[in-house]
């Protein structure tokens, strides 16, 4: 894997290593061939004669030192866990009884499935780097650990291979995958990511997209000139890997509090189209690929890439909301006409949802729907009355937020993740700060409900998951604090204060330790903590 360092290296400092020793500059064409390369973008002179793809290294001679003793200490948490995993387990009776190694087994799986694609000719999703054993086994690898990750999350009867296994299996392999292109690379890094996102041990997860952003700065994939000349379906596939990407720096950015790498006008690259991978590999013309697709009907027709082209829609306005609305230097009293612009533009994206998606398809984009909504409005709740339309559809859009993931986990193939978690947690503070606003006003049955909804998801995810329990158990004791201030406000005179005496005090640090980054979501729990005080 490439890893560079964010800061640039000064050619006139000294720091001891061999003065002759040259970062690799040309392309692997002109590498392979020894020929000069020019280092010209997209492509180099000598490949754009030959009319050949040029892929050009990464600075992977640089790493970065912080980032390599994260993983060093990553590697030896999961290694001292997967020791204790094999003592109190006893290896599973297959394995035993199988005398192969299970890296033999894996490379058995890799060649035949490198035999297919190759036999398949054209048809072939792999790239060329599969045909390198030591990438190939990592891929294999890391596709494992992420599906017995998500077992283990839905099924808490799974006692197979545990997903670290897999993960330190991977690992081993980290030198071929930076020996290949940047393409494979950046492949690479969304597994990663998309492991730790589920994972227990979430160090380096904002650093690993930042890396993948860079990566994709880097080869250019975010313009739409780095694809304009390649082959129909190679240019589908990096759209795909590109707004793959760009989803996952959106939703980190929008949980964690920090900021986009790109904005919206550096990005012409378009949407992949929405066409189904069966009929691909049915269809052995690609020229259909070519075509683009009508301003609007981008997920027409309804494929098994529609859900995704909506949601890398809806991640284009999570960027938006961010970079308009969560700004340090302009008042939201300053910023309220922007704010009415973007959720008519979101209404209108509803609008344009195909009514031929699955109901589990649809459902799930109404929830990242909600969630936009509820992005969108939260920084203006303080100033919004209580009454008002928009004050009421955030609280509404929190609630549905809360109910949509107690369906989906009522279903055993529902997993979650760290997003999810921050999700449900910071839609639950949005209610109970709703509720101190309007008080009486905003008090129902349905709200009722939408908070017991987030505190019984909280509560399932913290069965399958130990970290999250203090996330649990801080929203169940926001709630009685809540409540309690709201019944103390109705009662008679003189019994407020005798309440109030009574309750024990809440301790609000206890937040600093739960890693919410979110400067709206912690402005709305201090204002609780200085009504429930008062």
């Given at each position: 894997?490439?890893?560079?360092?964010?800061d640039p290296?000064?050619?006139n400092?000294?720091?001891?290593?061999?003065p002759r020793?040259?970062q690799r500059?040309?392309c692997?064409?002109?590498k392979g061939?020894?020929?000069?390369c020019?280092?010209?973008?997209?492509?180099?002179s000598?490949?754009?004669?030959a009319?050949k793809?040029?892929?050009k290294?990464l600075?992977?001679?640089?790493?970065?030192n912080?980032?390599?003793?994260a993983?060093?200490d990553?590697?030896?948490?999961l290694?001292k866990?997967?020791?204790?995993?094999?003592?109190?387990?006893p290896r599973?009776?297959?394995?035993?009884a199988n005398?192969r190694?299970?890296?033999?087994?894996a490379?058995?799986?890799?060649?035949?499935?490198?035999?297919?694609?190759?036999?398949?000719?054209?048809?072939?999703?792999?790239?060329?780097?599969?045909?390198?054993?030591?990438?190939?086994?990592f891929?294999?690898n890391?596709?494992y650990s992420?599906?017995?990750?998500?077992?283990?999350?839905?099924d808490?009867?799974y006692?197979?291979t545990?997903?670290?296994?897999?993960?330190?299996?991977?690992?081993?392999?980290?030198?071929?995958?930076?020996?290949?292109?940047?393409?494979d690379?950046?492949?690479?890094?969304?597994l990663?990511?998309?492991?730790?996102?589920?994972s227990e041990?979430?160090?380096?997860?904002?650093?690993?997209?930042?890396?993948?952003?860079?990566?994709?700065?880097?080869?250019?994939l975010?313009?739409?000139a780095?694809t304009?000349?390649?082959?129909?379906?190679?240019?589908q596939?990096r759209?795909?890997?590109?707004w793959s990407?760009?989803?996952?720096?959106?939703?980190l950015?929008?949980?964690l509090?920090?900021?986009?790498?790109?904005s919206?006008?550096?990005?012409?690259?378009p949407?992949?189209?929405s066409v189904n991978?069966?009929?691909?590999?049915?269809?052995?013309?690609t020229?259909f690929m070519?075509?683009g697709s009508?301003?609007?009907?981008?997920?027409n027709?309804?494929?098994n890439?529609?859900?995704f082209i909506?949601?890398?829609?809806l991640?284009?306005?999570?960027?938006?909301?961010?970079?308009?609305?969560?700004?340090v230097?302009?008042?939201a009293s300053a910023?309220q006409?922007?704010?009415?612009?973007?959720?008519?533009?979101l209404?209108a994206w509803?609008?344009n949802?195909?009514?031929s998606?699955?109901?589990?398809?649809?459902?799930?984009?109404?929830?990242?729907?909600?969630r936009?909504?509820r992005?969108?409005?939260?920084?203006?709740?303080?100033?919004?009355?209580?009454n008002?339309?928009l004050?009421r559809?955030c609280?509404?859009?929190?609630?549905?937020?809360c109910?949509?993931?107690?369906?989906?986990?009522?279903?055993?193939?529902?997993?979650?993740?760290?997003?999810?978690?921050?999700?449900?947690?910071?839609?639950?503070?949005?209610?109970?700060?709703?509720?101190?606003?309007?008080?009486?006003n905003?008090w129902?049955?349905?709200?009722s409900?939408?908070?017991?909804?987030?505190?019984?998801?909280?509560?399932?995810?913290g069965?399958?998951?130990?970290w999250?329990?203090?996330?649990?158990?801080?929203f169940?004791?926001?709630?009685?604090?809540?409540?309690?201030?709201?019944?103390?406000a109705s009662?008679?005179?003189g019994?407020?204060?005798r309440?109030r005496?009574?309750?024990?005090a809440?301790d609000?640090?206890v937040?600093d330790?739960?890693?919410?980054?979110?400067a709206?979501?912690l402005?709305?729990?201090?204002?609780?903590?200085q009504?429930f005080?008062?």
């Amino acid at each position: 894997m490439s890893f560079t360092s964010p800061d640039p290296v000064s050619p006139n400092i000294d720091d001891g290593t061999n003065p002759r020793k040259r970062q690799r500059t040309a392309c692997d064409r002109c590498k392979g061939r020894k020929q000069k390369c020019d280092n010209a973008y997209p492509q180099c002179s000598n490949c754009a004669k030959a009319g050949k793809e040029c892929n050009k290294p990464l600075d992977t001679e640089i790493m970065s030192n912080s980032y390599t003793r994260a993983l060093e200490d990553q590697v030896a948490h999961l290694e001292k866990r997967l020791m204790a995993m094999e003592q109190q387990q006893p290896r599973q009776s297959q394995t035993q009884a199988n005398p192969r190694s299970a890296r033999q087994t894996a490379h058995e799986s890799v060649g035949a499935r490198s035999n297919s694609d190759t036999n398949d000719g054209q048809h072939s999703f792999a790239s060329p780097a599969y045909n390198q054993t030591g990438f190939a086994l990592f891929v294999l690898n890391m596709v494992y650990s992420i599906g017995a990750l998500n077992l283990r999350l839905t099924d808490q009867s799974y006692r197979d291979t545990p997903p670290e296994q897999f993960y330190l299996s991977a690992m081993q392999h980290v030198a071929s995958v930076r020996e290949a292109s940047p393409i494979d690379n950046l492949q690479a890094l969304v597994l990663l990511i998309l492991y730790h996102l589920r994972s227990e041990s979430r160090n380096g997860l904002w650093h690993l997209t930042g890396l993948a952003m860079r990566t994709v700065t880097d080869i250019g994939l975010h313009r739409e000139a780095s694809t304009r000349n390649l082959p129909p379906l190679e240019t589908q596939l990096r759209r795909r890997l590109f707004w793959s990407v760009y989803a996952l720096e959106s939703i980190l950015a929008g949980a964690l509090g920090r900021p986009i790498s790109l904005s919206d006008c550096d990005i012409d690259q378009p949407l992949p189209l929405s066409v189904n991978d069966s009929d691909r590999m049915r269809e052995p013309n690609t020229s259909f690929m070519s075509h683009g697709s009508t301003p609007g009907q981008e997920a027409n027709p309804t494929t098994n890439l529609s859900q995704f082209i909506l949601l890398s829609q809806l991640r284009t306005f999570e960027a938006r909301i961010q970079r308009t609305i969560y700004r340090v230097d302009r008042t939201a009293s300053a910023l309220q006409p922007k704010m009415h612009r973007l959720i008519s533009e979101l209404d209108a994206w509803r609008q344009n949802i195909p009514s031929s998606l699955q109901s589990s398809e649809h459902e799930r984009l109404m929830l990242h729907y909600h969630r936009d909504v509820r992005l969108l409005l939260q920084p203006f709740l303080a100033m919004l009355e209580p009454n008002s339309d928009l004050f009421r559809r955030c609280v509404d859009a929190a609630g549905q937020i809360c109910q949509i993931h107690k369906r989906f986990h009522q279903t055993p193939e529902y997993g979650h993740s760290f997003v999810a978690v921050h999700t449900v947690f910071v839609s639950g503070i949005t209610l109970l700060y709703a509720l101190w606003r309007g008080k009486s006003n905003i008090w129902s049955f349905g709200i009722s409900n939408d908070i017991r909804a987030a505190s019984c998801v909280l509560a399932i995810m913290g069965e399958r998951a130990p970290w999250i329990r203090r996330f649990r158990d801080e929203f169940d004791a926001l709630t009685e604090a809540t409540m309690a201030a709201l019944q103390n406000a109705s009662s008679e005179p003189g019994v407020e204060t005798r309440l109030r005496d009574e309750m024990p005090a809440y301790d609000f640090s206890v937040f600093d330790g739960l890693e919410i980054t979110d400067a709206a979501a912690l402005d709305m729990v201090r204002e609780l903590s200085q009504w429930f005080q008062s």
